[in-house]
Each structure stands twice: as structure tokens, then as C-alpha cells.
């Protein structure tokens, strides 16, 4: 059993050689690191200018002058001009931009800012608030507030956004590719009747599909570990990174077979092959905006695997994300495995 396990492997290897199978992941993978590295910016903030026109100079002329000095020094791109209308004709070459006047009313300073009309409501209620507490710090001073870190072990740092994205190409081409591979690969074997001569063989189809599992998983150590190196180098947990690879390989390999059983070429079965990878897709919504994390994609198995391969390329500490992942997709990849074994078996015994 062992010895047709390896026979088959050594095929499919042989055949995924012959097919440009590794060329087509080293090429994705190389590309991927170049785009990430020399295209991709490595910060997106867009930070507008603010051109202010300040002419109030009543009794708290003091304060104001202060506030705006202290953020002058925190931001330089903060331009003061000598009439509001200055304000709104340099907004109107500057899209990018936002104005500030002050001006005296009943002794007070009364300040309005001036915006583009794109700007949502959140935006323009935390420039509100930012003014409120700067004015409110410079009457009352600092508030004292004490902030307690539970895990103080962990490193956090700041990741670059070019590099941020490396977590997910590495769910979506090592992983979630080889979905797509292995069932190129079965529709290759099946158009060429290599499945049906197989069946006539002693050979099992446990060998069969597990052969194709494990070089599907190749080709993602390959894929990994050379975007990997491309783009944080030797910094990577990469014996963590290469068994969540391992784990999600098996799972997606899993999935592509199931498919792959129902359906006797590519085309048939493309409307699948959408839908299962926008699904393990949506995930990835969540990685870039936090703050959107229904449960419906917290339970896409792809979300959790997400964040260990975050959490193994950029080591925090936290490696009980790791675990539980690990955990869950040996779980997964047993189940969907044990599902392809019997479909399979199901399918082939009606051809």
C-alpha cells in the first residue's frame, strides 16, 4: 500500500512537472513578492491639508494660538492664510483638503470648518471631537488615564501595509489554489482515462486521492516559503507557517476533490469553483476592516486560518491562534478527506 502511495505521488509529481504545474506556482509566487515589495505602497493614509484662517483675538487668544502652534507641530501640513476666501479657493485646487476658520462672536471663538462634501459623517464629527479635547486639554490639562496590557509579552509592531497583504496571498495561492489545481489536475486524469485504468488496477482510491493531497501540499510549501522569504526574509515562523500550509492544503485539496467528483471537466464545474472560493474569500474583508466580523465569517473556516498565517509570518506572542487553527483544520481536512473518499468511491463505481 505504501510503496503504490509513493508510485503515485512520484506520478503525479512527474505529471505536475510535465504540465508546468511548478512553474505556474513559482512564477505566482515571484510575482506576487515583486508586486508586494516594489508596487504596493508601503502606507495608503492619506492624510488631507487643512488651510486655516484664523481672526479671532479675544480673551482666549492665548489658547487658540496654542492649540493651533501644538498642532502645526504634530502635523505639517497645516497652511494658515490671511482670508476665508483664501481658505475656499485653495480647497477648490487641493480636493484633498479641508478648511478651518475662527473667527470672534460674543467674545468667544467660534470656529467652522469647511469640507469637500465627499466627507462622511464620522469624519466630520471626529475633527468636532479632536477640537473639542484639544480646547478641553488646554483649560483643564492632561486627563490622567491608566491603561492595563494583560498580555504584556506580546510584540506588537507596526507591519507595512505592501507587507500586511503577504497573510493573505498566502491563504489564497498556497491554499486556496491548490483547490483550483488538484481539480485541474483530476480533469486531466479523467479526460485522459487514467482514473478509469486505475480503477481496474489492484490500487486503491485512498492512495489515489491522498497522493494528489500531498502534492498538492508541495506546491504550497513551495509557493510559501518563496513569497515568504521575498518579503520578510528569515523573520517568519516558518515551521508554524509550513504546518498551517499543510493543514489548509489538505482542507482546500479536500474540497477540490469533492468537486471535482461530481463533474467530468473544468467548465462543468466552474459555477462551483466560484462559489466555494468567494466563499472562503470573504474572510479577507474582515482581515483589512476589523471591524466587520459577523459571525456568518467568523465560522468560514478560512477566517481563523487568516490570522495564524498573520500571526506566523509576523510572531506577536500569540500563538494560541496557531493551535486552534492547527486543531480545527486536522479536524477539517480528516473530515472533508474521509467525504472525498466516499464520494469518490460512490462516483467511480457508476462509470
Known amino acids: ?18 504540465n508546468y504545474f511548478f512553474v505556474v506556482t513559482i512564477f505566482i509566487a515571484v510575482f506576487f513578492g515583486l508586486v508586494i515589495n516594489f508596487i504596493v505602497p508601503e502606507d495608503t493614509s492619506i492624510k488631507p491639508d487643512l488651510y486655516i484662517y484664523n481672526s479671532y483675538d479675544g480673551e482666549y487668544v492665548g489658547l487658540m494660538d496654542g492649540i ?16 476665508k476666501r483664501e481658505v475656499v479657493e485653495n480647497m477648490k485646487d487641493n480636493f484633498n483638503s479641508i478648511g478651518l ?22 469624519i466630520v464629527n471626529t475633527l468636532i471631537l479632536s477640537m473639542e479635547d484639544d480646547i478641553k486639554k488646554k483649560i483643564y490639562g ?19 501595509f505592501n507587507k500586511s497583504i503577504l497573510p493573505m496571498f498566502l491563504v489564497m495561492e498556497p491554499v486556496l489554489l491548490g483547490f483550483i489545481m488538484i481539480l485541474a489536475l483530476v480533469f486531466m486524469e479523467k479526460d485522459e482515462g487514467t482514473i478509469k485504468s486505475y480503477m481496474v488496477s489492484p490500487g486503491g482510491v485512498s492512495e489515489y486521492l491522498a497522493a494528489k493531497i500531498v502534492f498538492m501540499i508541495i506546491l504550497g510549501w513551495i509557493s510559501a516559503v518563496i513569497s515568504t522569504l521575498m518579503v520578510v526574509g528569515v523573520n517568519a515562523d516558518y515551521i508554524k507557517l509550513l504546518s498551517i500550509v499543510t493543514v489548509g492544503g ?13 463533474f467530468d471537466n473544468l467548465s462543468k464545474s466552474m459555477v462551483w469553483i466560484m462559489i466555494v472560493s468567494i466563499l472562503l474569500s470573504l474572510p479577507f474583508i474582515s482581515y483589512f476592516v476589523p471591524s466587520f466580523a459577523p459571525n456568518y465569517i467568523r465560522l468560514i473556516p478560512t477566517y481563523s486560518l487568516l490570522f495564524a498565517m498573520k500571526e506566523a509570518v509576523f510572531p506577536t506572542g500569540n500563538t494560541a491562534i496557531i493551535y486552534n487553527t492547527l486543531i480545527t483544520f486536522c479536524i477539517l481536512a480528516v473530515i472533508n478527506y474521509i467525504l472525498a473518499l466516499l464520494v469518490y468511491r460512490y462516483n467511480l463505481s457508476k462509470m
Do not use: W
Not at 502511495?5 to 503525479?12: E, R, Y
Not at 493651533?68 to 497645516?78: D, F, T, W, Y
Open 101 to 122: 476658520v475662527i473667527l470672534e462672536k460674543s467674545g468667544l471663538p467660534n470656529m467652522e470648518f469647511i469640507m469637500q462634501g465627499y466627507e462622511n459623517e464620522k
Open 250 to 262: 489538505i482542507f482546500a485539496s479536500g474540497l477540490g476533490l469533492i468537486v471535482s467528483s461530481f
Open 68 to 83: 493651533i502652534e501644538g498642532s502645526q507641530q504634530k502635523h505639517s501640513n497645516m497652511y494658515m492664510l490671511k482670508s
Open 1 to 18: 500500500m505504501i510503496q503504490r502511495f509513493l508510485a503515485l505521488t512520484k506520478k503525479d509529481i512527474i505529471n505536475g512537472y510535465r
Open 142 to 160: 492632561d486627563i490622567n488615564i491608566d491603561t492595563i496590557v494583560l498580555k504584556q509579552d506580546m510584540e506588537l509592531a507596526d507591519i507595512p
